[in-house]
């Protein structure tokens, strides 16, 4: 019997939600997102069409919902694992994230697509075209309405990779207060660390269904990495080229300055630019702060044409950074110079390539891992361009330097990997006891 909850979300958090929903709108700018807010309103409906024409009730489903692409790399493996334990099992996968409509669409899912706001009717309505036998959250994005209303249902509840930082708003009133009905309502939560074990059942959990199983983003960046595939730059070599991967505008104002150092005394160095957000306002922005910073016109990776990599190409689209890396002599990691944290340290490091972030990074275990390894330099606050500039040299001049790294890296994450298949045992276990 799933964990059904003695409590429902507050009324405060219902009328907080329905209130919102109406209002975000006049919040958005960037045509990207309005599209995702129109999106999540007509989820309900668009994953009713899907199951009236495909949803089969004879067979289980699993919904899997993971915010963004990060969150999702570690629900991908999870999937693949359950998938090949329970191979008549159907599958659905939610995110709420723009930058993972792309990833989204290539899941082996029957159905993929956003998830609703976290109001009582669109929750309603979407669980009941899906009608899951399991519900996965992933990370820390639960949302309490959905999380509450699918164990009622009579649904197990789980939530995978499970991570709380010491830094999460979610430990702090009043969203705590908001959130521990839903966290209340988990069948299992499958910590990635001990201390996540804690913060878990400060949040809710209960502590004899917290299991720690470790991060099964390892496991999926591991297999990308592994799988090789065709290169995104056809036959260009790891060999002098940075790769800046999911930056921001101040990000890039620093790598850009690094970069006019670095040339000074080696031209032929060569620098990839991936922003996390790749719309046509941020590139134009790249291409303004090379022009201020002296250096030449950055090429749109959708543009190269055959011949000798330019000093700067701009990525102009998404899913394909994790291949980038491997290009790369190091990667330089964004987010570290604003608040939101830093992204993904696991995928070049999967690629054997030393890692660069900013001064912060909320407590990341994942660049933990990497430090401890001696794969990952953080930068201070003080001079980071100049910093980055002797990274750069030093990378370029001795080579031999970032091999060892990025093989450390590579090492770390070996003895990681596993988290995937055991969390896949774990749900089926749940499913069937």
């Known amino acids: 019997m799933s964990a059904v909850p003695s409590v429902m979300p507050s009324l405060m958090y219902r009328a907080v939600v329905a209130a919102s929903v109406p ?5 958005l700018r960037d045509p990207r997102q309005r599209a995702a807010h129109r999106a999540r309103l007509a989820a309900p409906e668009q994953l009713a069409s899907w199951a009236r024409a495909h949803r089969d009730p004879t067979r289980p489903l699993a919904w899997f919902h993971a915010p963004s692409v990060g969150e999702g790399l570690q629900a991908r493996a999870v999937m693949a694992a359950l998938r090949s334990d329970l191979p008549d099992m159907q599958f659905i996968y939610t995110h709420f994230s723009p930058s993972a409509e792309d990833f989204a669409a290539r899941l082996a899912a029957d159905w993929c697509g956003y998830l609703c706001y976290d109001r009582i009717g669109d929750v309603e309505r979407m669980l009941t075209a899906a009608a899951p036998d399991l519900l996965v959250f992933t990370k820390l994005d639960l949302w309490p309405e959905l999380a509450i209303r699918a164990a009622h249902r009579g649904a197990r509840v789980a939530m995978v990779a499970a991570t709380v930082s010491a830094v999460s708003s979610r430990l702090r009133w009043p969203a705590r207060r908001a959130a521990t009905p839903g966290y209340a309502a988990l069948d299992l939560a499958l910590a990635v660390a001990p201390e996540d074990v804690s913060r878990l059942a400060v949040l809710g959990c209960r502590a004899d269904r917290i299991v720690l199983t470790g991060d099964p983003r390892v496991d999926s960046v591991l ?14 070599a790891a060999d002098r080229i940075l790769v800046a991967g999911s930056t921001w505008p101040e990000d890039e104002a620093m790598v850009l300055a690094a970069f006019r150092e ?63 890396y491997r290009v790369g002599t190091f990667a330089y990691v964004g987010g570290g110079f604003g608040h939101a944290g830093i992204h993904s340290v696991f995928e070049p490091a999967a690629w054997s390539r030393p890692v660069v972030i900013g001064p912060r990074d909320r407590d990341s275990r994942d660049a933990r891992l990497l430090d401890e390894a001696g794969a990952l330099t953080r930068l201070t606050g003080a001079a980071p361009a100049a910093q ?5 040299r ?8 970032a091999q060892a790294a990025g093989a450390a890296g590579r090492a770390a994450l070996d003895r990681e990997r596993g988290a995937a298949r055991r969390s896949a045992e774990m749900l089926r276990n749940l499913l069937t006891r």
Do not use: C, K, N
């Open 23 to 27: 209002l975000v709108p006049l919040f």
């Open 388 to 392: 980055l500039a002797g990274i750069w």
């Open 262 to 324: 670095v040339r000074r005394t080696h031209p032929d160095a060569r620098l990839i630019l991936a922003p996390h957000q790749p719309t046509a306002a941020h590139l134009h922005g790249i291409d303004a702060a090379a022009r201020t910073s002296g250096l030449p016109d950055p090429v749109r990776l959708g543009g190269l044409v055959d011949g000798p990599l330019p000093p700067i190409v701009a990525v102009d689209r998404t899913g394909v950074l994790a291949r980038l």
């Open 394 to 401: 030093r990378y370029l001049d001795m080579p031999d330097r």
């Open 223 to 236: 297999e990308v990495a592994e799988a090789g595939g065709e290169r995104v730059l056809g036959g260009t």
